[in-house]
């Protein structure tokens, strides 16, 4: 069946430094891939997302990579802040016609001062 | 503007008991989706909405039942609460004709005792 995981629960970063986040999927006909951060106590928020022809896509301070060959997706944060502390989420937008978002476990970054 | 609107936020339910959880968008989004989180795990899609009077089937629906008779509205229906519904719920709408991005509401907090 669609599955969407992560390789690491929790990341511990210094703050000022680059932060790798990853996630393995399964369902190699998603045409989406999307990442969420949720701060605690509240709903995922969007952050950025990339189509499944792509391998690349840059927003603010965020980059999100595509790997199709290992079915592995990344989130690369510039610069990490005490703000980007939270649980970060890849999911997959399932295709054919039924438009499924399928979340990964999640992982905790932790930015330490 | 509100988004997406949960009620209640937080909610305790005896074994057996029964509870709708509300939730509304404002957005006119076609897409509508109910979650649950338990804790220190991803997200599992309970029921979703492609549009009003079509509903289907999710990850976890066993013990839930959803209706939209609205685009606005799409409530979640526990009918005889057990403990492994103990869960945060968070609703989620979007438009998946022009982006990808699901923007949630807060959550609703459910124990059942």
């Known amino acids: 069946g669609e599955s969407v995981g992560l390789h690491l629960p929790t990341l511990s970063v210094q703050e000022g430094d680059n932060s790798i986040i990853n996630c393995a999927y399964s369902?190699?006909?998603?045409?989406?891939f999307i990442w969420y951060k949720q701060e605690s106590g509240k709903g995922p928020q969007f952050i950025i997302d990339?189509?499944?022809?792509?391998d690349k896509r840059q927003g603010q301070r965020v980059t999100v990579l595509l790997n199709k060959t290992v079915k592995h997706l990344s989130l690369q944060i510039a610069a990490t802040q005490p703000g980007d502390s939270a649980v970060y989420f890849c999911?997959?937008?399932?295709?054919?016609?039924?438009?499924?978002?399928?979340f990964g476990t999640g992982t905790r970054l932790k930015v330490l001062a | 503007n509100a988004g997406v609107t949960q009620t209640p936020k937080f909610r305790i339910l005896k074994i057996g008991q029964s509870m709708t959880l509300q939730c509304a968008q404002d957005?006119?989004?076609?897409?509508m989706y109910w979650y649950r989180q338990d804790p220190g795990m991803g997200l599992k899609l309970i029921y979703y909405?492609?549009?009003?009077?079509?509903?289907d089937k999710g990850e976890v629906p066993n013990g839930y039942n959803v209706s939209r008779s609205t685009t606005e509205d799409f409530p979640l229906r526990l009918e005889l609460a057990a403990p492994s519904q103990t869960s945060v719920y968070f609703c989620?709408?979007?438009?998946?004709?022009?982006?990808?991005?699901?923007?949630f509401g807060q959550g609703t907090r459910l124990t059942v005792v």
């Open positions: 909405s492609v549009g009003a009077g079509i509903t």
């Open positions: 989620a709408s979007s438009d998946l004709m022009y982006n990808t991005e699901a923007f």
């Open positions: 999911a997959e937008r399932a295709t054919s016609g039924t438009y499924k978002y399928i």
């Open positions: 990339i189509r499944s022809n792509m």
């Open positions: 369902n190699s006909a998603s045409d989406y």
């Open positions: 957005m006119n989004h076609n897409y």
